[in-house]
Antibody, heavy 120, light 111 residues
Framework: QVQLQESGPGLVKPSETLSLTCSVS????????WSWIRQPAGKGLEWLGR???????NYNPFLKSRVTMSPDTSTNQISLKVKSVTAADTAVYYC??????????????WGQGKFVTVSS | QSLLTQPPSASGTPGQRVTISCSGS????????VNWYQQLPGTAPKVLIY???QRPSGVPDRFSGSKSGTSASLAISGLQSEDEADYYC????????????FGGGTKLTVL
């Protein structure tokens, strides 16, 4: 069974770039789509984007091009970068695998989440 | 940003049947399938329903999904205390080059 684990700094300064890595074990990142989703404390879920293992991606249009995702097939990892962060980017960040069945794309496996605080 | 509309809260007693609604538009629920996720306190979400009404293996048949037009519903029958959680509906939205939209979430309390 595939397992996902997010890692990276838990504290980022305003205006800097948030960088996280999702390490995938028990399966290859190849031939799958992968997403990042975040959740501010006590609030709902927000989709950041979706990336195929080849590197092609599409992002949440409401994040104004601040988000970038990229794969590393040699290390079986997915990375996330969010630039020019503000306090509003403080959240738990999840990576998730995307699968397709019965005409539907859905997130079938999730990491445990990484809490990131944006503060000086 | 666009969101699917869910009631913020729902409640029921053990054994009862509860439904949670999710309202969208022609660009999301009206033209794409709906998935439902359950998030227990302090944990990552878990898929309950995909493709409007399909249950992944391991999800009890007490959980069921349906869709009509631009609205969807999640029904939980035989409510149990361990069903107390947040529930989210999700769909693809065809606008703005396509993106995923989440509902705001419904907190289910088992009384």
């Amino acid at each position: 069974q595939v397992q996902l684990q997010e890692s990276g700094p838990g504290l980022v300064k305003p205006s800097e770039t948030l960088s996280l890595t999702c390490s995938v074990s028990g399966g290859s990142i190849s031939r799958y789509y992968w997403s990042w989703i975040r959740q501010p404390a006590g609030k709902g879920l927000e989709w950041l984007g979706r990336m195929y293992s080849s590197g092609s991606a599409n992002y949440n249009p409401f994040l104004k091009s601040r988000v970038t995702m990229s794969p590393d097939t040699s290390t079986n990892q997915i990375s996330l970068k969010v630039k020019s962060v503000t306090a509003a980017d403080t959240a738990v960040y999840y990576c998730a695998r995307v699968v397709y069945s019965y005409g539907s794309w859905y997130f079938d496996s999730w990491g445990q989440g990484k809490f990131v605080t944006v503060s000086s | 940003q666009s969101l699917l509309t869910q009631p913020p809260s729902a409640s029921g007693t053990p054994g009862q049947r509860v439904t949670i609604s999710c309202s969208g538009s022609s660009s999301n629920i009206g033209s794409n399938t709906v998935n439902w996720y359950q998030q227990l306190p302090g944990t990552a979400p878990k898929v309950l329903i995909y493709g409007d009404n399909q249950r992944p293996s391991g999800v009890p048949d007490r959980f069921s999904g349906s869709k009509s037009g631009t609205s969807a519903s999640l029904a939980i029958s035989g409510l149990q205390s361990e069903d107390e959680a947040d529930y989210y509906c999700v769909a693809w939205d065809d606008s703005l080059n396509g993106h995923v939209v989440f509902g705001g979430g419904t907190k289910l309390t088992v009384l």
